[in-house]
C-alpha cells in the first residue's frame, strides 16, 4: 500500500490522476500546509523540502511530483511512450520543462497575483509573461498533435494537466482562449474517470481554506527572515 502524502494543488493533484490511471492502491495522509504541517518532524522525515507531493512505497521514499510520476510509471510499465531513445528524451525533455519552468513560473504568477501582501507590479509582470511563455510553447507543441510524446496518453500529459487545468486561476479567465490546444489536452484528460477521482480527493479531508496569518507564516515563511 503506497502512502500518498498530499494536499489540493496542482502537484498532488497530478500525482493522484496517476495513481487513479494505474489502478495503484494507496492510502491517503493529507498534510495541510496552510496549518504548516509540512514543517513536523514526521514529514519532513519524508521530504526534508517541506512540500507535497510525496509517496512512501514499501522501502522506497519519492518526493516532487515529477520524480514520482517517473517512479510510478517506470513501476508499473504503464503510460509510458514507445521505448525508444527518441522517445524517451523527449519524455525527460518535457517532464524537466514542466518541473523547472511551467510550475516555477506557473507558482510564482499565482504567488504575485493573489498572495502577495504587497502588490510588486515587476514581479507580477515578471510571473506572468513567464507563466505565459511556457504555455505557449506547450500549445505550440501540441498543435497537430493529440498527446505531447508520441501517439498514446502518458505521465507528461498527467503531467501538464495538474497545472493546465489550473490555467484561468493562474493567468485569468480569459487566458484559456490563448492556448486552446491545451485546452483540448485538459478537456480530455479531466473527462477521464481517474481524473474525476483525484479532482475528487478533496471531499476526502477538509484543508483549511482561509489565507489568514498563520496560513502565511506557515506557507511563506521568508516573511519572517530578513534574507537579502
Do not use: C
Not at 514542466?98 to 513560473?105: C, D, E, Q, S, Y
Not at 504567488?111 to 505565459?132: G, I, L, M, S, T
Amino acid at each position: 500500500m503506497i502512502k500518498f502524502y498530499y494536499n489540493l494543488a496542482p502537484n498532488p493533484t497530478k500525482v493522484a490522476l496517476a495513481l487513479e490511471e494505474m489502478a495503484l492502491q494507496y492510502e491517503l495522509v493529507p498534510v495541510d500546509t496552510r496549518k504548516g504541517e509540512q514543517h513536523t518532524p514526521a514529514f519532513l522525515a519524508v521530504n526534508p523540502n517541506a512540500k507535497v507531493p510525496a509517496i512512501v512505497d514499501g522501502d522506497a521514499t519519492v518526493f516532487d511530483s515529477n520524480a514520482i510520476l517517473l517512479y510510478l510509471a517506470e513501476k508499473t510499465g504503464k503510460f509510458l511512450p514507445a521505448n525508444t531513445p527518441a522517445n524517451r528524451g523527449e519524455m525527460l525533455s518535457w517532464l524537466m520543462f514542466v518541473a523547472t519552468g511551467v510550475g516555477p513560473f506557473s507558482g510564482q504568477a499565482v504567488h504575485f497575483k493573489h498572495f502577495a501582501p504587497e502588490k510588486v507590479d515587476y514581479a507580477h509582470n515578471r510571473y506572468q509573461f513567464e507563466a505565459q511563455r511556457h504555455y505557449g510553447i506547450l500549445n505550440d507543441h501540441l498543435a497537430g498533435k493529440r498527446y505531447m510524446v508520441g501517439d498514446t496518453y502518458t505521465i507528461v500529459d498527467m503531467d501538464v494537466w495538474g497545472w493546465a487545468r489550473m490555467i484561468p486561476f493562474i493567468l485569468g479567465e480569459e487566458a484559456y482562449a490563448k492556448f486552446p490546444n491545451v485546452k483540448k489536452l485538459v478537456d480530455e484528460i479531466s473527462a477521464r474517470p481517474a481524473a474525476a477521482k483525484a479532482i475528487a480527493l478533496k471531499d476526502n479531508f477538509k484543508f483549511k481554506a482561509e489565507m489568514d496569518d498563520e496560513a502565511r507564516r506557515n506557507m511563506f515563511k521568508h516573511l519572517a527572515v530578513k534574507a537579502a
